[in-house]
DNA sequence: GATGAATGAGCCTTCATTCAT
DNA sequence: TATGAATGAAGGCTCATTCAT
């Protein structure tokens, strides 16, 4: 429904930014937006359909490219030598995460919209996105390394999800939190060698 | 731990329960509150103060009862030699965590209403009351293990904050799913095992 | 929902009757009620529940009252023995018709209000009142004096109902044409001679 | 009579029709419409002036030419002598009153529009129309038959118009309740029947 | 302490209409 | 002539909160 006017900033798509940010989603109102941008509140629907399609309009097209990169990277990866996927998650190559992190910084406005201004229903649903994403290709990388976990009971399907959640959960801190980049960086790498090793630990034990 | 049942007793708090529960606080009208109870508004008013006033007169006790049962477990905890806590901590016991489940069974209206329902700052009001519990007692369990994993940079102040806000997000996921008591317990024992590991190897290994 | 304040004009509602008289049940603005009465909006809600509500509360008093008095009168009426009956509708009586008419003047805004400003939908299920009483009663009627025009399909069920809602329409032309209370008399004496004749006709021919 | 649908050619009219017929007048959306029709509301605008320009678009046409269509039939029947105009009148000759009920299912629609879905004026307008004529020929026909009932008070301008109109509401209770064409061709014979008995009762009886 | 009517700002949304393109 | 985005007023209605009773 938004129809981007494609070389010129969008007067009414700032405004809204901003009082999404300042409000959070229910609590923004669609008349002191209007006002903002010295237009009229019947703008908003002409451009954006309701309420949901201006927040969406400020949220969707980095959600989606995010998404399309993630994809991507996950696809190339699915493909390498089961040898080599251990070795590239368990040698904390540090380049997807940071790439990850560098994201959220250039688009820092839409992931503080996301995590903090966000209906609860978009927010999850975005999160719902990439979880599903990280569980499929972690199926996808036992198979192609013949990790039993799943069929030994150290991974249930529920734990899976649970994690993949809770890393990305863990991620969004750092929105939640509004780190510094430099602060994000060492979190992150924290963050990320405490997943790495609870998840070689999981997927090398034997069963309890 | 005591099973007393805040407000049981009074029909406006049971009523304001259903509501909250069934349409979250913002969406929760006082009107339709005092109505189902056979009530005016103003009775609200003059008994808590005000919407946020009634929420917390559902909540509050349970929560504090926890929290005290938690410090005081943590007190305990920490009074121990530091060999009899390390290997406590890593040897997987689970009745904290049992214990901390069934509670959280016992009192399951109570953290739906802040797990699901809650204002946001409310859920983040009582997940800071847990996390930092929880990081303090961190710091004074290092300090007893002679662990110096603040100074060699294996652990900052705020990795500690994440991990432990990681690990209560993690457990109130057994609300937010609405798991059975059964699931929940073989999911909390696969994510107590995560932690506990991600933990010894965090502690134990050298700065990377 | 009408909480009637018994004694005292409420000025609520005579600004509603004033604006709806004005601008018809769709037009007329809540808003400007509320304004012109020195009040809120929000009265009008905890007063009269709504918009209907509160163009009920200008209306249905007097309409249940003269629902009860038509029924009370057809009552009376069909209790007597038919040859008295079948005298008293064709010697053009006119103090039942009479009675009417002043009833209208007596309550001229009620019924301004349902039959030019009403929403259809109401005025259609008062007229609708009226008829269903006059067919029921039409029946009866026919009952008492033993005729078989219902029989001899001289008079059908539809064609019952038509007339008693011509009828009625054509009562209501009074107040649709804003007659003054003298044309009135003179042109109901008329209309009813009209009616007496036709069902006179109706009821003593042969069918066709 | 031509059978000419008006605007059956145009899709605009066409949804504007399907539009009117289902919401009414009022409750109709010039966008709606233009989205239907695969153009702009602008588009109404240059063509049809306004909202109301777009509904008489579709409901003239036929009003003319049903009206030219019964002045032509008027004016033939005044010319004819009065003798003879007696005769026709009161000999019930269903011819005039059947093709009128064929002419409202041959412009079913229009009808449907006019009664059921247009706003109160434009009904009323056309009505009154039908209604001016038809007492405009009452006077000839009373002209043409030496008939005094306007002198002698049994029949006044009031009445006249009063029983014309209600004679065109009865015929539209066909439109009003949906009737089939065969329910109508039985209604219409019975109320014809009582409006020539009474009219012919109001004509040759003493003044009362 | 309880009441519940009143408050009045605020909500999202829709509308017929206009006008620059 | 057609477009369709913009207008801007208005819509009914709900809300948490207040306060005179």
């Known amino acids: 429904m938004a129809k981007r006017v494609e070389g010129r900033s969008d007067k009414l798509l700032e405004c809204a930014r901003e009082e999404f940010l ?35 309009a400020l949220v969707d097209e980095s959600m989606d490219e995010l998404i399309l990169w993630i994809e991507k990277g ?4 699915s493909l390498k030598p089961g040898e080599e996927q251990k070795e590239d998650v368990f040698s904390y190559k540090p380049e997807v995460w940071e790439q990850l992190v560098e994201y959220i910084y ?5 992931f503080r919209l996301l995590v903090r201004c966000a209906d609860i229903n978009c927010y999850e649903m975005m999160l719902n996105r990439l979880v599903d994403i990280e569980v499929e290709y ?34 969004f801190e750092v929105v939640r939190h509004e ?6 960086f060492v979190y992150v790498r924290q963050l990320r060698r405490f997943f790495v090793r609870g998840w070689a630990d999981l997927l090398e034990s034997r069963p309890e």
Do not use: C
């Open 74 to 77: 996950q696809q190339e990866f």
């Open 106 to 110: 250039e688009h820092w406005d839409v």
């Open 138 to 171: 972690t199926y996808k990388f036992l198979k192609s390394t013949d990790n039993d976990a799943l069929y030994n009971g150290n991974l249930t399907p529920m734990l899976s999800h649970m994690l993949s959640n809770a890393y990305y959960s863990g991620l």
């Open 22 to 56: 300042e409000m959070g989603f229910q609590e923004a109102s669609l008349r002191v937006i209007a006002a903002k941008a010295d237009t009229s509140t019947g703008a908003i629907y002409t451009r954006f359909g309701d309420k949901d399609g201006l927040f969406h």
């Open 179 to 184: 780190m510094t980049k430099e602060e994000a």
